[in-house]
């Protein structure tokens, strides 16, 4: 609950201090004004809750507040207490007349004073608004009265009948000026009190400043001690020590300084109690031991003491006046480290302490700053180490994947994923030369939206030109300040990217396309990023002439097959084209069934060997227009195993032969050459049954009609589980509007 505030107005610093200590043990929030006048400015400023007024005041007495507090509409309310000496009727009634709630004579009543106090506070317009509880007690002739504003003709009548004895009252007339000489005796005696009490209270408090700054250095230094003790990062190591060291030194401003072994200066480090204007500034100004202050400091290995005016140069002029220099060298045992300079705008004292205190912090931090070089220079090389292993681990894995793929695609891609690991970048694109048109494919990319897989860049709208004719990478540190910039590089300028390289892949001393990195930043890449890269690409150069002389061979291989197989088809004009169409029926299938990438190439290498075993079939019987005679149906059946037979003396084929074998085996176990059932029926062989089967009712034989579409699928339908596998006949059935087509 927040206190309630009383005003005092008197004018006697006995009676003042003796009621303010009352008020205050009774936890009211208490204030002191000398006159009327002065206890005016003090309602309008404090508001209080209530106010205790002397009468006999200077400039302005007591009756003269009251009426004024009762003549402004804002004050009027404030309930207030005459306490005075004045005893007589008359003075009663002109306080009361002046608008006092509650009139006391002194020397008054501790406890009644206050029960009347709290009364007024507790409900101050109800005490004001009703008569009977409003009073004015006073004591006259030795007897203590309390009249009520409603008792005012008994007032009045004590005036009257009393005017002879107050005005021959001698008694109360010596007790007066009695007390008023012991006011007087204890105000000089307060006075005197007063003033030994105000010296001592600036010796203390002199003290106590003195000890609150020693206590503050002693706490900054502990702080220094702390962050070197603790900090291996010297740049909040020297933030810190400059922050302690600008209350330490009790300095204006605070700067510091790293050297530099190759620049040979002190570089700008941390800076305390700078404008935000000289900030730039300071950043851009190091400092030498050409200038006579620093090395003066940096040859003496102490700090040093500088009055400004006393010396040739003017150092540091941009700070502007600078009275005062204290100069704190960082030493290590191998040579100069760094630099603190205090800068004092006005004249200070700089003593042997102040000094011996810099000596202190000099050393100090001078060890730490050696202690966390050394453990940067450590992190330094054991991150190098670590990226380098990382690199070489990297490398490895992008050899291993451009080993475990042959197919160019792949290798692409898979550089593209994991060059981000080895080289900081933002991008990464694979392009291939087109001569044809006259530009560059892009085949990959990561990292970039301006460039989509598959477009198309002719050489007149890069200048990756360059790198294609003449062999040699091309490093771009600003593409912002390249001119002119082609429309390739526009649009990568516009996407962020600032810096690139592009490597060329070469084969057989022949451009065949470019790997290039590019990064958001300016000068992102270094020389050894160049020489990873520069490794890479002959790799993937290599990878992708062997990917292109496999994918050779392969394409020969099933050029050969397909000559083998068209030769064998062409064995009679009815067969003509048989194998590839059965090839194209059994690998839509496969495909809607899901087999992999090695299965379908199996699958269509049997296909079209499926009926090679025919080639020692007469093609009397094969163009025969009659049905085939029970001798015939044998020899006819025996191609199966002839085709096993002679594919058998080709290892890379030997995957293919069951399905060439046993391609007329019946699912109910009643084909040939075998008789297999179900499931030990290879699945490539019983996606062939039923391919062979639909191409050989869907055409024209000698004996007959090629046969309808509605004829085949109930053909399919009566026969599966039988002759046909039924998972087989479903996906046939499924995709037939496409075999049909």
């Not at 007032?155 to 004895?165: G, Q, R, V, W």
């Not at 085709?643 to 030997?654: M, N, T």
């Amino acid at each position: 609950m927040e206190a309630k505030k009383i005003l005092i107005v008197e004018d006697s610093q006995v009676q003042g201090v003796m009621l303010k200590k009352l008020l205050e043990k009774e936890s009211y929030e208490v204030s002191w004004g000398k006159n009327g006048e002065e206890g005016l400015a003090m309602i309008r400023e404090k508001s209080p809750d209530l106010i205790i007024s002397d009468i006999v005041m200077p400039v302005m007495d007591g009756y003269q507040m009251c009426k004024k507090l009762r003549d402004d509409e804002e004050l009027k309310k404030i309930p207030l207490i005459l306490l005075t000496q004045l005893t007589q009727p008359e003075e009663v009634f002109r306080g009361l007349e002046a608008g006092a709630d509650h009139y006391s004579t002194k020397p008054y009543d501790e406890e009644y004073l206050l029960r009347k106090v709290a009364l007024l506070l507790k409900n101050p317009d109800s005490y004001r608004n009703d008569p009977t509880k409003r009073c004015i007690e006073f004591e006259y002739d030795g007897k203590r009265y309390e009249v009520h504003s409603s008792r005012t003709q008994t007032l009045s009548y004590l005036i009257s009948t009393n005017e002879n004895a107050i005005l021959t009252n001698k008694k109360l007339i010596e007790a007066e000026e009695e007390l008023r000489s012991l006011n007087e005796t204890l105000e000089h005696k307060v006075r005197e009190r007063t003033a030994d009490l105000e010296i001592e209270v600036e010796v203390r408090k002199k003290a106590e400043e003195q000890i609150k700054q020693e206590m503050e250095v002693t706490s900054h230094l502990l702080m220094i001690a702390e962050a070197t003790a603790h900090t291996t990062d010297v740049d909040r190591l020297m933030e810190q020590v400059i922050h302690c060291g600008h209350e330490i030194m009790r300095c204006d401003i605070c700067l510091s300084y790293f050297y530099d072994d190759d620049s040979k200066a002190f570089q700008p480090a941390k800076a305390f109690g700078l404008s935000h204007e000289m900030v730039p500034i300071f950043r851009t100004e190091p400092v030498d031991e050409k200038m006579e202050f620093v090395r003066r400091v940096m040859k003496g290995k102490k700090p040093v003491v500088d009055q400004v005016g006393a010396v040739r140069e003017r150092p540091l002029q941009w700070v502007g006046d600078i009275n005062t220099l204290a100069g704190i060298p960082l030493i290590g045992k191998t040579g100069p480290l760094g630099l603190i300079i205090g800068i004092y705008k006005k004249p200070t004292e700089i003593t042997e302490r102040d000094k011996k205190i810099m000596v202190g912090i000099s050393h100090q931090v001078s060890v730490a700053l050696e202690q966390a070089r050394f453990y940067k220079e450590s992190v330094d090389k054991t991150l190098e180490l670590s990226h380098k292993i990382e690199t070489i681990k990297v490398m490895h894995e992008i050899d291993r994947s451009i080993l475990s793929t042959l197919k160019a695609d792949e290798i692409l891609e898979t550089v593209t994923r994991l060059l981000v690991k080895v080289i900081p970048c933002d991008r990464v694109t694979v392009s291939m030369v087109d001569r044809e048109r006259g530009g560059i494919v892009y085949r990959t990319r990561f990292g970039t939206t301006s460039i989509i897989k598959g477009m198309f860049v002719p050489f007149t709208d890069t200048s990756a030109r360059i790198v294609f004719e003449t062999g040699r990478a091309e490093y771009v540190n600003n593409l912002s300040e390249m001119k002119p910039l082609l429309p390739l590089e526009k649009k990568l300028l516009d996407e962020g990217f600032l810096s690139h390289i592009r490597v060329p892949i070469v084969v057989k001393e022949d451009v065949i396309g470019g790997l290039t990195v590019g990064a958001k930043r300016v000068a992102a890449f270094t020389k050894e990023d160049l020489s990873t890269l520069e490794y890479l690409v002959s790799q993937i150069g290599v990878a992708l002439e062997n990917a292109r002389l496999i994918s050779d061979l392969e394409e020969l291989f099933i050029s050969v097959v397909k000559s083998l197989s068209s030769a064998i088809d062409a064995k009679s004009p009815w067969t003509a084209g048989h194998s590839e169409r059965v090839t194209k029926y059994a690998l839509d299938i496969a495909r809607e069934m899901g087999l992999s990438e090695k299965e379908l190439k199996d699958l269509e290498l049997a296909g079209l060997l499926h009926d090679i075993g025919k080639i020692g079939t007469y093609d009397t019987i094969l163009d025969k227009q009659a049905k085939s005679t029970d001798e015939e149906l044998v020899l006819i059946k025996q191609h199966p195993v002839k085709g096993a037979e002679i594919l058998q003396p080709i290892k890379q084929l030997k995957d293919i032969i069951p399905a060439v074998r046993h391609h007329h085996e019946y699912y109910d176990g009643t084909g040939y050459p075998d008789g297999l059932k179900g499931e030990a029926i290879p699945l490539h062989a019983r996606i062939l049954t039923v391919a062979d089967t639909f191409d050989a009712m869907n055409a024209d034989r000698p004996y007959r009609s090629g046969r309808t579409m509605e004829f085949i699928l109930s053909e399919f339908n009566r026969c599966s589980g039988t002759q046909f596998d039924p998972k087989v006949v479903e996906v046939f059935l499924k995709i037939e509007d496409k075999l049909e087509r």
